[in-house]
């Protein structure tokens, strides 16, 4: 545990380099900054920076490595696994306020932003250059660049354009112990290791990102957006088998399930079709005569996997009104249900049937409702688990069935998070997905950026331990102490 | 350094467990493997394990562990920069006898190979099913899958494909302390950190492959091949930059000038056009309207570039003809000259016209000839450094020009490898692309893996030093003492 006296000291070196509006120490303030996306945990910082430049953090970093405090870096709070979750007896490193992009070169297709730039900005200023950034997560008009870093974010349109991962050339990052270095160029299969890589999807545990290269995607000649409602999901998932079968790589291929549509019909009346058991928005781009010539593949395949209504959008308005439903559905689901939890998992595609037809009845084995929106392509389920807190032992029984949901996609060889992160949600399930020696080996690449332990502990692994000892030996401090989160979990 | 008592207990451990032809010590034979593709770096190891199973190397990577041997994998010996150039006091693990194929999964769009399978059987596997296995280097036909790992091999098709990065799921490890482990699953975007990522292309320092599991990628339904003309490398490099500036992703652009195909024409008769200054080799392939559609539109742009003849390929034995002069360049070279060196460097696509004019003046200067074949599309040059090693001084002479280009790239903000790698050869030259905090960081990792540095040292590294400093202080054994080869740099 971290002395209380550490964090004081801390605050000493800081006022001396930052000005008093970049340090906020008021409880009521601090309070502010409790929880991200995953509000069911919550913890109040020791000291909040609002870092004004790379130097900032920098100078954070570095207070925090002199006095062996924890830090967590925060951008838009918008994570739906805790990742920006505070520590208790730790700093927190706001970059929200890094919001300066520097550089948009469309003709070696890049960008280069402040982490705390805002997702569709990025995709803003590069538009009019015939430009965009291609990750595109729900949250996109609030998330910041160095969020979608850290998460290695995806969205809707990953199937066919690929994570975060794939669109960050570099990043200037504070290492733990305080040092700025480049990690990746803007050159192909840049030599030495992969760091950028690792960094990229590291959810805060290696550095704190100050700088970010992103990759620039041209934008397509030709978009083309389908609608189609079918009676069952398994007839909406043959369609979506029959697609990537083909050899078609739609930009999107999503499914929502008839719990789902309900909820986005109840918040935002998307109209889709009536009766639906389920709906598949499928998006196709690139040069016209491609989009031409596969759309109406698509369509014929919908059709004869059972299709009984299909409606093209005609133009952006009513491609932006399909796309309304799905986009709303986790927020409209408070329409249907005072409470919920939203899932992230991920099976392989040819799963989907069994994994639906198991999950349904493990949600009836308990009394509970799951609604069910997917990125069907890449076979990543955000299942919403629908309770009542205020009904007794639904809270729990809800929390426990979306545990089971995780384990269902393991048992299919899935994983326990597409895109949401591991953070402080799902460090505890890490060990049903990774081996001991697996866990051991990722230790041993936290403990080379980060043998004091200092940065975002307790996040995506179960059980932080000692640097100095020898991978294989448990025998450091129980997570939860270690974490500073004993209220939480 | 090692003792050399030391590598005879590794030998007596490994008597007890192996079979006396997987243990190679007699001088002559150990002195066949003594280089790879880098044919003047040579180095005798003091045992060579002919690897029979995964089990194989596990053990002699646990031997080596125990006594703290170094140790060096290497599969079919083809790489161009000597990642699998032997340490002289190691032991040398060869995988080439692990060359099962284990698994074809066309549905899930995988193969699960042994790392000594072949990169072009894995496409002949997968062939009959409709996919295909997308890196291509030049040696295709003889390098190893392992080997690919390794180096995060490229060729012709990367510029749309990607590397063997973005074609590896999962490996399966044995790393320098002797563990198993397997990095990288087979859904998207894994948890934890990316440390597949970190291990593809980290060129033997962090451990051995026994096992990989692919990405196939599904045969395009069409193909098309142009072979195109030019008075000039400037014609022709706008060629290319009017093709990519469209916003096209040609499956393969590829450039050759006036010398590289002479040497080709000498070798194979290709039949390129006579007079040609330079030509382009452009391979579009995907569905077929798409492909007819954007072939045209490279048709026009090569001609209004000014291409004075343009052939398309009829059929797959034309296309092979096309190909034939392209694959044939480098060694074609040995027909035109006595002795050359390959070289392996990255601009921005942008800087070519200049870079190529910079060239031919440094190697005037020296009374050098260049020849230059290169994947044009993405900026990686292959220049050819053509000289005879009879007359006095023309080696060192065309050593130091082939270093110099290197910094012609670095100063164009490129970097010192496409697709090669950095191996025994270009460690000298990291410190030009990277500041000592980013190798620091680097470090930090590869002592992560092998804390005793035994696994493939004096590759990549330019400074390798004991891993219980703290980074910033080079204080280590000076780097051709600490690789064992004095005999070589």
């Not at 913890?43 to 570095?62: E, G, K, Q």
């Not at 980060?450 to 450091?476: F, M, Q, S, V, W």
Request: aromatic residues 4%; charged residues 20%; contains cysteine.
């Amino acid at each position: 545990m971290v002395d209380s006296g550490s964090v004081t000291r801390v605050l000493q070196r800081l006022r001396s380099q930052l000005p008093e509006a970049a340090l906020v120490t008021d409880r009521t303030r601090l309070r502010t900054y409790e929880c991200d996306g995953l509000l069911h945990y919550r913890v109040v910082p020791a000291l909040v920076v609002l870092a004004r430049s790379a130097d900032d953090v920098r100078t954070t970093v570095a207070a925090c490595a002199a006095e062996g405090v924890p830090f967590v870096a925060r951008g838009s709070g918008t994570g739906l696994s805790g990742g920006a979750l505070p520590h208790a007896d730790g700093v927190l490193i706001v970059t929200s306020q890094l919001r300066q992009i520097h550089e948009v070169a469309p003709h070696d297709q890049r960008a280069v932003v402040d982490p705390g730039v805002i997702n569709l900005q990025v995709s803003q200023a590069a538009r009019p250059h015939g430009y965009y950034f291609a990750p595109d997560p729900s949250s996109q008009q609030i998330c910041s660049v160095g969020g979608n870093v850290a998460e290695n974010s995806g969205g809707a349109h990953c199937l066919k354009y690929g994570f975060t991962s794939n669109h960050v050339l570099s990043v200037d990052l504070v290492t733990p112990q305080g040092d700025s270095v480049t990690l990746g160029t803007r050159a192909p299969d840049a030599p030495g290791y992969d760091l950028l890589g690792a960094v990229v999807g590291s959810e805060g545990t290696l550095g704190v990102a100050t700088s970010v290269t992103v990759r620039l995607v041209r934008s397509p000649e030709s978009v083309q957006t389908l609608l189609a409602g079918f009676r069952t999901t398994d007839d909406a998932g043959s369609a979506v088998s029959a697609v990537i079968g083909a050899g078609i790589v739609p930009a999107a291929i999503e499914m929502m399930d008839a719990l789902a549509i309900e909820a986005a019909e109840a918040a935002v009346a998307c109209n889709y079709p009536d009766e639906a058991g389920a709906v598949l928005v499928v998006e196709l781009d690139g040069p016209a005569e491609e989009v031409e010539h596969e759309f109406a593949a698509v369509e014929r395949m919908c059709r004869e996997a059972g299709a009984f209504e299909q409606r093209v959008a005609a133009d952006d308005d009513e491609r932006a009104a399909i796309w309304r439903g799905r986009k709303s559905a986790f927020a409209a689901v408070g329409r249907i249900s005072p409470d919920y939890i939203v899932q992230d998992g991920v099976i392989p595609r040819t799963a989907l049937p069994e994994v639906l037809r198991e999950m349904t009845r493990l949600a009836d084995e308990r009394g509970l409702r799951v609604a069910n929106v997917f990125h069907a392509g890449d076979g990543n389920l955000h299942p919403l688990v629908l309770f009542d807190e205020s009904a007794p032992g639904q809270g729990e029984r809800a929390e426990e069935l979306s545990g089971a949901i995780l384990d269902l996609c393991l048992a299919h060889g899935g994983s326990i998070t597409g895109e949401h992160g591991v953070g402080a949600d799902k460090a505890k399930h890490m060990p049903k997905m990774f081996s001991d020696d697996d866990l051991d080996t990722m230790q041993l690449v936290r403990c080379a950026f980060d043998p004091d332990g200092i940065a975002n502990p307790g996040k995506i692994y179960p059980t932080p331990r000692l640097c100095g000892e020898r991978p294989g030996k448990h025998t450091g401090p129980h997570p939860v102490q270690a974490a500073g989160l004993g209220e939480v979990f």
